[in-house]
Nanobody, 117 residues
Framework: VQLVESGGGSVQPGGSLRLSCAGS????????MSWHRQAPGKERERVAT????????DYADSVKGRFTISRDNGKNTVYLQMNSLKPEDTAVYYC???????????WGQGIQVTVSS
């Protein structure tokens, strides 16, 4: 099993980034996927979740209306479109395969997003 994030980097406040997470080694289309983030000195928090078909999504209040999670099961990839970025969005972002039990969860290695002027 492997999850590889890409698309991170540095952006000015108000800017946009799109993160991608490519999955392999498992049947991607049968799992819910989620994005999480961890800022320095803070606990990891869930940002967004998408169902296996992509028909339903859920967001943390802090990103509602600014971030959009989506997936392409044909490409085994989940995305996080981040708009109107704020300095407080600065964090390492992780994608996660959501298992039927916590022991079946699997995390990507994480990717840095920095929002600064």
């Amino acid at each position: 099993v492997q999850l590889v994030e890409s698309g991170g980097g540095s952006v000015q406040p108000g800017g946009s980034l799109r993160l991608s997470c490519a999955g392999s080694g498992f049947t991607f289309s049968t799992y819910r996927m989620s994005w999480h983030r961890q800022a320095p000195g803070k606990e990891r928090e869930r940002v967004a979740t998408i169902t296996s078909s992509g028909s339903s999504t859920d967001y943390a209040d802090s990103v509602k209306g600014r971030f959009t999670i989506s997936r392409d099961n044909g490409k085994n990839t989940v995305y996080l479109q981040m708009n109107s970025l704020k300095p407080e969005d600065t964090a390492v972002y992780y994608c996660k395969r959501v298992g039927s039990r916590p022991m079946l969860d699997f995390w990507g290695q994480g990717i840095q997003v920095t929002v600064s002027s």
